[in-house]
């Protein structure tokens, strides 16, 4: 039921570009499809893995600017650039795993702010090398002969293709036995170690996979836009990711797409509050985590069972008694 659910929805996402030809709605379209493909690499550490992460901004700023230096130092395509992306972010990704092994909850939240706040500072302060806060601009389209990816409708096709791989990995992994490994991991990391789960392994792989996933995005994200910065990639990113996952429903695979495409077009409804995001991200948290703690599909679940019920269940115990 779940793989054809995600077919229609796939199926109903490509056909987009062919109604809607607005440039502002496709834009907003790839930015909600990168939206979806942060949220869902996150998901895979702390909706699957239960290692709550606040350096997805972090890592979606290395692979952009990995593939921006490639692009405009080395002239290199993006179907190179992003590759390398990858396999550069993921290593980012296993080196901080690795001193985050014996850090759970707080903890851990806290050592990966830390790392996402590092990471921008690199970035401003190692002008040489990054430019500083004046960016990289001038970062070339990729090419083909026949596609010209200044095209709004190409760049879309290229963020949904890239995006409907990360969520068809996301898929695969958690039917696999490291996925399973992954959840025994989040519900009681002691329990699952005496039942021989390598739990540094499965949280190594958990950040690795989830950091190349980021990176890959961000070679997107830096073709796609042209030019970087290292405001883009900063701590408020990685909130709202955190947030996405979190009230579409974490450790679930459609509660990152409807965080996604909710949190990517809600500010847009709401500029008038623009100055205030942070505070109306901390907001919504707080009333996730109070009224809603398994997201928007857990809600749903709920109602879809109460709603199911065709008698009380009161009834049913009086019938069955008698």
């Known amino acids: 039921m779940t793989n054809r659910i995600m077919l229609a929805l796939a199926a109903g996402v490509a056909l987009i570009p062919l109604v809607i030809t607005s440039p502002y709605s496709l834009h907003m379209g ?23 992460s606040f350096a997805t901004g972090a890592f979606y700023g290395i692979g952009a600017y990995t593939a921006a230096i490639l692009a405009t130092r080395a002239g290199l395509e993006l179907w190179v650039t992003l590759p390398a992306a990858v396999v550069f972010t993921g ?44 960016g990289i601009t001038g970062i070339p389209k990729p090419s083909l002969p026949w596609i010209a990816f200044e095209s709004l409708t190409a760049n879309y096709y290229v963020a949904f293709v890239l995006v409907a791989v990360i969520v068809l990995i996301v898929i695969r992994l958690v039917a696999s036995g490291l996925g399973l490994q992954m959840m025994a991991v989040r519900e009681n990391e002691t329990a699952a170690r005496s039942v021989g789960v390598n739990t540094t392994y499965v949280k190594l792989a958990a950040f690795t996979i989830s950091a190349a996933m980021c990176g890959a995005l961000g070679a997107f994200y830096a073709s796609y836009i042209g030019s970087i910065d290292p405001s883009v990639f900063g701590i408020m990113l990685s909130a709202t990711a955190l947030v996405m996952v979190l009230a579409g429903g974490w450790g679930t695979l459609f509660g990152p797409i409807i965080g996604g495409v909710v949190l990517t077009f ?22 996730i985590i109070l009224f809603m703690p398994q997201g928007v599909l857990g809600v749903l679940s709920r109602l879809s069972l109460t709603l199911g019920r065709k008698e009380p269940v009161e009834g049913k115990v009086e019938r069955n008694v008698a």
Do not use: K
Request: glycine share 12%.
């Open 91 to 134: 290593l980012i990704g296993l080196l901080l795993g690795i001193p985050c092994l014996r850090l759970r909850g707080h903890y851990l939240a806290i050592a990966t702010i830390g790392f996402q706040e590092g990471t921008v500072i690199i970035l401003l302060q190692w002008v040489d090398f990054t430019r500083g806060p004046m």
């Open 266 to 287: 809600l500010p847009e409804w709401l500029r008038v509050l623009q100055d205030y995001r942070m505070s109306l991200y901390g907001a919504i948290l707080i009333l």
């Open 30 to 52: 790839i930015l909600a499809l990168i939206a979806v493909g942060l949220a869902s690499a996150l998901n895979l550490i702390a909706g699957y893995a239960g290692q709550v």
